[in-house]
Each structure stands twice: as C-alpha cells, then as structure tokens.
C-alpha cells in the first residue's frame, strides 16, 4: 500500500508473450483510476524481452513508457507523424480480425489501418492505441497515444502484435 494505489489488474507470462519473448506486469492504480503504473518485469524466454533490452540501455529499472489520453486518436496521429513522429509497424494482416474481434466502431478500419492504430474491446467498449518508437537515442522511452471508448482495459488483445511489433524492432538493432 503506497501513496494509496491498489492493484487493479495482473498479467502473467501467458498473458503477454510471443514465440521469444515475454513479461509479468502488475497495473496500481489511484483511487479514482485516473492514474496507472504498469510495473513490468521479464520472464523466461528464447530471447531478450524488450524489458530485458531496457534495463540494459537505461542502466537500471525506470519510466519505459507514457501513455497520452486523447479524444481524436486520428488527429492526434496525423498530426504526430506530420510532425516526424515515427510509430511501431502494425502489420497489415492484424486488421482483418478486428470486425470479428471487436465488433463495429466508429472510426473507419481502413484509416486506421494507413495510421496503424490499434483497436481493442472489453466489457465496457473499446480502445484505440498506438505506441512510438522509441524516442531517445537507445531503445529506452517511448509514447503510447491511447483514446477510450467506454473501455477500462489495457489493449490485451493487443499485446502480441505489439510485441511482435517491438521484436521486429530489436531484431533491426541486433538486441534480440
């Protein structure tokens, strides 16, 4: 129990992995649930997990990443990237589950596919999500831009195409 946060929510390594990689995150939350920490950590895998990758670059554990809230996800990212903001890869192929797994959206699929945001469902209604690259000069801190629809979740259904994403990513830099 510190400064009054909770654990709202606990992945394991079945939860968020890859045929490689893989990592254990416990989310605290406030009392009013405006406010997350993700606490991530590795777990075994073939190769070096992103975690892995960070801690060796940052020298020691720190922020890896902070998600921004918007209402205009599509704005905000076509902005970004007018901007030279540079994103993760979402794999074509990833957007022709999403009818099927998430259900309809407002937004249209193929303009969020040229944008390559993510979109996720849980109980309470969806999300959209994108995460830079990283935006130092090592594979340390990168951005997530989140918008929320109704839906209290972390873009599980997410998790192995992000990290596929970020793999792809390590395998260009040899950190794999």
Known sequence: NVMGFANLVTFDDKDISTQY????????????????????????????????????????????????????????????????????????????????????????????KRLGIMVDRDEEGYLLQIFTKPVEDRPTLFFEIIQRKGAKSFGKGNFKALFESIEAEQARRGTL
């Open 21 to 112: 990689t893989a990592l254990m995150s416990k989310v605290m939350t406030n009392g009013n649930g405006r406010i997350k920490f993700p606490i991530n950590e590795p777990a075994q895998g073939l190769k070096k997990s992103q975690i892995e990758e960070y801690l060796d670059f940052y020298e020691g554990p720190g922020c890896q990443h902070i998600a921004v809230a918007t209402d205009d996800i599509v704005f905000t990212v076509s902005e970004m990237r007018k901007r030279g903001v540079e994103f993760l890869h979402v794999p074509g192929s990833y957007y022709d589950t999403v009818p099927d797994r998430v259900g309809e959206i407002a937004e249209d699929l193929e303009n969020l």
